[in-house]
């Protein structure tokens, strides 16, 4: 059994109380002189550990700093970039919310806009209709080409009877403008340089000539252009015109005069420079634009070109209907492809009178070709030009997998954002070769196969937890009725290949124990003995998934209670447990 050891611990027991008893009272008197120093180190050292009380204390100084460096161009330099990125950021990813900002700002100017230019194109477009199509428009294109003038001007020209391009309203006193309105294809100069030079004009004449108490210029001639006034008694109306103007036109603005006098008369008398009491004069003024074109003598030859016209328009809209069919099953084509996981298309256009498409696809991606029926296409029509490459959608990556580890019967996998995870009971063969695997095929960062081995490792567990190895009396040598070391060495390899397996690692505690004969001084060496035995003879056999911790217990934890010679034979054994390494 082996002589017990004596400890002689009396005088060691001794100095350790003096020990302790030091560091005791040292710790008290840190505490008494550093104690409150600490305890405010500790408060600010948690507070910027605290990323919320930070970002409150934060919050409650910016609203601050920025009102008081609003002025600084310093700072407006600084933050100008961040507030561009986050501007074009925001539009990129969402620009609703932005258009719906501009949206009552630009749409009436928008709106405004095209209205404007929609209204002078479609006069100008009529008249070019009507003269398109005759022998006097082919000789009106002729003049044209020969003086270097458009040929809508030509047409204008030998067409217009006259044309109120423009109509100013004045004010008599100052000269200053107040209302001015224009033809919607007309380009103006500047409305106030205008208004200056009419009224100079006007009163060099006053101060030139001999003329009676309110009379007045009433036009004058600039080139092309008449200028027509009538005066009132605190504005004028000037109105300029192209070509010749009836005389019953002076009656117009005769009337619109007195009318603007009659809405406007105490805001033309007390005006003081403000023009916007004057903007409700511009429908009176509008009412002014009035034009008068030749009317057209049409000639019976015109019939067989307007037949020509008819057919050519009909034509054209044959055209543009079979282009707009063909146009949209292109982009349903088009809109097909990009919603196939695997299909990328880079660039679209048109190859030898036929549609071209070129991308990259996936070899486990539908055939483009297949897709054309869905969209009315004629195949021969469609030209595609398709380089291979693996792409990362969660299907295909799946399907590659599959088709590479061809998983045994019994045996799934699914794919969880780049982990492959393997579920059912595949063979450990399989899970080992699969492991290595797994890593090299395009879209798949590793294979997870703990839930799938978890019965497997919970079996091996139980079976080595389940068979103590029995030693002799007294000695380390094995029983011969105990487990067979040979069939613990195999138990513990099996542990040890599925923890390889499934990437986990497990402790493996050997626990020695004895009988209840002999004294403890005695029986938990001879139980460490005992335990290592067994944790040698692992060791033998490199198992580097498992992490083996030897100790020996004695007689404390005995299998059976019982003082019967077979009691002692099942407690002196050596227990193995197991348990997920930290």
């Given at each position: 059994?082996g002589e017990?050891?004596?400890?002689r611990g009396?005088?060691?027991?001794r100095?350790g109380d003096?020990d302790?008893?030091a560091?005791t009272?040292?710790?008290?008197l840190r505490?008494l002189?550093?104690?409150?120093e600490?305890?405010h180190?500790?408060?600010?050292q948690?507070?910027?550990?605290?990323?919320?009380?930070r970002a409150?204390d934060?919050?409650?100084v910016?609203?601050q700093a920025?009102?008081r460096?609003?002025?600084d161009?310093?700072?407006t330099r600084?933050l100008t970039?961040?507030?561009?990125?986050?501007?074009?950021a925001s539009?990129?990813r969402?620009p609703?919310p932005?258009?719906d900002?501009?949206f009552?700002?630009?749409?009436?100017?928008?709106?405004q806009?095209?209205?404007a230019?929609l209204?002078?194109m479609v006069?100008?477009l009529?008249r070019?209709?009507?003269h398109?199509?005759?022998w006097?428009?082919i000789?009106?294109?002729?003049?044209?080409?020969r003086?270097g003038?458009s040929?809508?001007?030509?047409l204008l020209?030998n067409?217009?009877v006259y044309?109120?391009?423009q109509?100013f309203?004045i004010?008599?006193?100052?000269?200053?403008?107040l209302?001015?309105?224009h033809?919607a294809?007309v380009?103006?100069?500047d409305a106030?340089?205008?208004s200056?030079m009419?009224t100079?004009?006007?009163?060099?004449?006053?101060?030139s000539?001999?003329?009676?108490?309110g009379?007045?210029l009433?036009?004058?001639?600039v080139?092309e252009?008449?200028?027509?006034?009538?005066?009132?008694?605190y504005a004028?109306v000037?109105a300029v015109i192209r070509g010749?103007?009836?005389r019953?036109?002076?009656?117009?603005l005769q009337?619109t005069?007195e009318?603007?006098h009659?809405?406007f008369?105490?805001?033309?008398e007390?005006?003081?420079?403000?023009?916007?009491p004057?903007?409700d004069?511009r429908?009176?003024?509008?009412?002014?634009?009035?034009s008068?074109?030749r009317?057209d003598?049409?000639?019976?030859r015109?019939r067989?070109?307007?037949l020509?016209?008819a057919?050519?328009?009909?034509?054209?809209v044959?055209w543009?209907?079979?282009?707009?069919?063909?146009h949209r099953r292109w982009?349903h084509?088009?809109d097909v492809?990009r919603?196939?996981?695997?299909?990328?298309v880079?660039?679209?256009g048109r190859?030898?009178?036929?549609h071209m498409v070129?991308?990259?696809?996936?070899p486990?991606a539908?055939?483009?070709q297949t897709?054309?029926?869905?969209?009315?296409?004629?195949p021969?029509?469609?030209?595609g030009?398709w380089?291979?490459y693996?792409a990362?959608d969660s299907?295909?990556?799946?399907?590659?997998?599959?088709?590479v580890?061809?998983?045994?019967?019994?045996?799934?996998l699914t794919i969880e954002?780049?982990?492959l995870?393997?579920?059912g009971?595949?063979?450990?063969?399989w899970?080992?070769?699969?492991?290595?695997?797994a890593p090299?095929i395009?879209?798949v960062a590793?294979?997870?196969?703990?839930?799938?081995?978890?019965p497997?490792?919970r079996a091996?567990i139980g079976v080595?937890?389940?068979?103590p190895?029995?030693?002799?009396?007294?000695?380390?040598?094995?029983?011969?009725n105990?487990?067979s070391?040979?069939?613990v060495?195999a138990d513990v390899?099996?542990?040890?290949?599925?923890?390889?397996?499934?990437?986990?690692r497990?402790?493996v505690?050997?626990?020695?124990h004895?009988?209840a004969?002999g004294?403890?001084?005695?029986?938990?060496?001879?139980?460490l003995a005992?335990a290592?035995?067994v944790?040698?003879a692992i060791?033998a056999e490199?198992?580097?998934a498992?992490?083996?911790a030897v100790r020996?217990?004695?007689s404390?934890?005995?299998?059976?209670?019982?003082?019967?010679?077979t009691s002692?034979?099942?407690?002196?054994?050596?227990?193995l447990r197991?348990?997920?390494?930290?």
């Amino acid at each position: 059994m082996g002589e017990p050891s004596v400890l002689r611990g009396d005088e060691g027991a001794r100095q350790g109380d003096e020990d302790t008893t030091a560091a005791t009272d040292l710790a008290s008197l840190r505490t008494l002189l550093l104690g409150p120093e600490q305890q405010h180190l500790a408060a600010l050292q948690t507070r910027l550990d605290d990323a919320k009380a930070r970002a409150e204390d934060l919050g409650e100084v910016l609203p601050q700093a920025l009102l008081r460096h609003a002025q600084d161009p310093h700072f407006t330099r600084a933050l100008t970039p961040s507030i561009e990125k986050a501007i074009t950021a925001s539009v990129h990813r969402n620009p609703k919310p932005l258009a719906d900002a501009l949206f009552p700002v630009m749409g009436p100017a928008i709106r405004q806009a095209v209205s404007a230019g929609l209204a002078g194109m479609v006069e100008s477009l009529n008249r070019t209709l009507e003269h398109s199509l005759s022998w006097r428009s082919i000789r009106w294109r002729l003049e044209a080409w020969r003086t270097g003038r458009s040929f809508g001007e030509i047409l204008l020209v030998n067409t217009l009877v006259y044309r109120v391009e423009q109509v100013f309203l004045i004010d008599r006193r100052s000269g200053l403008l107040l209302q001015h309105v224009h033809a919607a294809s007309v380009e103006t100069q500047d409305a106030d340089m205008v208004s200056g030079m009419l009224t100079a004009i006007r009163d060099f004449v006053q101060d030139s000539f001999r003329v009676r108490e309110g009379d007045g210029l009433e036009s004058l001639q600039v080139g092309e252009l008449s200028v027509w006034i009538e005066p009132g008694p605190y504005a004028v109306v000037a109105a300029v015109i192209r070509g010749t103007a009836p005389r019953e036109f002076r009656r117009t603005l005769q009337d619109t005069i007195e009318a603007v006098h009659l809405q406007f008369g105490e805001a033309l008398e007390s005006f003081n420079g403000d023009t916007a009491p004057f903007a409700d004069a511009r429908p009176a003024l509008e009412g002014c634009l009035e034009s008068q074109f030749r009317a057209d003598e049409r000639h019976p030859r015109t019939r067989g070109a307007w037949l020509v016209f008819a057919a050519i328009t009909i034509a054209l809209v044959v055209w543009a209907g079979l282009w707009y069919r063909d146009h949209r099953r292109w982009n349903h084509y088009l809109d097909v492809l990009r919603a196939q996981p695997g299909i990328v298309v880079v660039t679209t256009g048109r190859e030898s009178g036929r549609h071209m498409v070129s991308g990259l696809r996936d070899p486990l991606a539908p055939d483009p070709q297949t897709l054309i029926a869905e969209t009315e296409l004629a195949p021969a029509d469609v030209v595609g030009h398709w380089a291979p490459y693996q792409a990362l959608d969660s299907a295909l990556v799946l399907s590659r997998a599959i088709a590479v580890l061809r998983p045994p019967r019994g045996t799934t996998l699914t794919i969880e954002n780049g982990v492959l995870v393997a579920a059912g009971t595949p063979p450990l063969a399989w899970v080992s070769e699969a492991a290595k695997t797994a890593p090299l095929i395009s879209g798949v960062a590793r294979l997870d196969v703990v839930r799938a081995l978890e019965p497997a490792v919970r079996a091996a567990i139980g079976v080595i937890e389940s068979r103590p190895v029995l030693f002799v009396r007294g000695s380390v040598e094995i029983a011969d009725n105990s487990t067979s070391i040979a069939s613990v060495l195999a138990d513990v390899q099996q542990l040890n290949a599925l923890a390889a397996a499934s990437g986990r690692r497990f402790e493996v505690d050997i626990v020695g124990h004895t009988d209840a004969e002999g004294a403890d001084d005695a029986n938990v060496p001879l139980s460490l003995a005992r335990a290592r035995i067994v944790a040698d003879a692992i060791r033998a056999e490199s198992v580097p998934a498992l992490t083996l911790a030897v100790r020996g217990v004695g007689s404390a934890e005995p299998a059976d209670a019982g003082q019967s010679e077979t009691s002692n034979q099942l407690n002196r054994r050596v227990d193995l447990r197991v348990r997920m390494d930290r």
